[in-house]
């Protein structure tokens, strides 16, 4: 059994300290959801990390085995979701497929790639989960096709309501490696973000939808 909030942990202090956690309270970012946001998550950059790289898929089965048990199939949420989830899929030695934000709009016109077959149980992996949309998106699209979606694993949430609330309106499961409060906690008892941005995230987690909408 993984100890989940060593593991929580872990990953904050990864991500922190491979720079994959972003601040531009200055320059804002913008999501997929259009929201703008004084932090970014880049949970791409593990990738170029082999140590790192290798915990985030080791925990990331354990998290599958743990809440899923037994499926057989890994689907990846493009873009993000399709090197975790492959190499998820390849240490649990299952098949992968992935599924696009759009059908291809030339060649095969897919929305999913890979084969897949009627009732596969399948578990589907994403990066990072804001609102959900993407995710539930995938998981639509996988059951609409056929599959009988398990449910999801990321990387990391930010933990918004709005999410927990998408999720549970497609009735799926959903589970992370790590989180938001986890990753402003461990920041703030190492120092490793001043406290003027921890206030300012602080801040911005009451009300991420509304925070620098007239800039
Ligand atoms: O929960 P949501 O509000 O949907 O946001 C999270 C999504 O946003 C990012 O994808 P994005 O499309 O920005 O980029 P990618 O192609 O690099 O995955 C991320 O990888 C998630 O898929
Ligand atoms: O919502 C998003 O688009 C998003 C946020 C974030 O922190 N990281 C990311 O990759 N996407």
């Known amino acids: 059994m993984t100890n989940k909030s060593e593991v929580e942990q872990k990953v904050a202090e990864f991500l922190l300290q491979i720079k994959a956690i972003k601040l531009q309270p200055n320059k804002p970012f913008t999501w997929a959801s259009g929201w703008r946001s004084p932090i970014y998550c880049d949970n791409?950059?593990?990738?170029?990390?082999?140590?790192?790289?290798?915990?985030?898929?080791?925990?990331?089965?354990?998290?599958?085995?743990?809440?899923?048990?037994?499926?057989?199939?890994?689907?990846?949420?493009?873009?993000?979701?399709?090197?975790?989830?492959a190499l998820v899929a390849q240490e649990l030695g299952l098949p992968f497929a992935y599924v696009r934000s759009k059908a291809k709009e030339h060649g095969t016109g897919s929305l999913i790639e890979g084969n897949i077959s009627n009732g596969q149980r399948v578990v589907v992996v994403e990066d990072l989960i804001s609102t959900g949309k993407s995710s539930i998106q995938a998981v639509e699209a996988l059951r609409e096709a056929g599959c009988d979606v398990a449910g999801l694993v990321a990387i990391f949430s930010y933990g918004f309501d709005v999410a927990t609330e998408n999720f549970k309106a497609a009735k799926c499961r959903f589970s992370t490696l790590s989180n938001y409060n986890t990753l402003i906690e461990y920041a703030a008892a190492n120092a490793l973000i001043n406290n003027d941005d921890l206030n300012l995230l602080r801040e911005w987690r009451n009300n991420p939808s509304g925070w620098n909408t007239a800039a």
């Open 44 to 85: 791409r950059v593990t990738l170029s990390y082999p140590a790192i790289r290798t915990y985030i898929r080791q925990n990331l089965t354990a998290l599958i085995q743990e809440e899923f048990g037994s499926v057989s199939l890994i689907a990846g949420v493009a873009t993000a979701g399709i090197p975790q989830g």
